[in-house]
Nanobody, 124 residues
Framework: QAQLVESGGGLVQAGGSLRLSCVAP????????MGWFRQAPGKEREFVGY????????SYADAVKGRFTISRDNAKSTVYLQMSSLKPEDTAVYFC?????????????????WGQGTQVTVSS
């Protein structure tokens, strides 16, 4: 089974920045878009944003809009989540995921492959 490999998590102070990476064998997975989700302790996994491989179309959850930016490098089959102005409430395990269709990309159900997650902790 193809795997998505995330990296870049860690501990950062409030107001700081982090960049997460996710390597995805896009062609192998028949992926058309990549999403980022996060899950805080005791909470549901929630949508953060997505990007399409073709055209680089992005969309973000309201909670991160203006602070987080998703980009991709098609040649490296890698997507990035640049997080700035981090807040303690951004603390969570962050997951990348691959979608085979550009349909309802804010829903977890639209993704068929997931990474193992990377911890992001923002201290106040």
């Amino acid at each position: 089974q193809a795997q998505l490999v995330e990296s870049g998590g860690g501990l950062v102070q409030a107001g700081g920045s982090l960049r997460l990476s996710c390597v995805a064998p896009g062609r192998t997975l028949n992926s058309v878009a990549m999403g980022w989700f996060r899950q805080a302790p005791g909470k549901e996994r929630e949508f953060v944003g997505y990007i399409t491989w073709t055209g680089g179309i992005t969309s973000y959850a309201d909670a991160v809009k203006g602070r987080f930016t998703i980009s991709r490098d098609n040649a490296k089959s890698t997507v990035y989540l640049q997080m700035s102005s981090l807040k303690p409430e951004d603390t969570a395990v962050y997951f990348c995921a691959s979608a085979p269709r550009v349909t309802n990309l804010s829903s977890r159900a639209s993704y068929d492959y997931w990474g193992q997650g990377t911890q992001v902790t923002v201290s106040s």
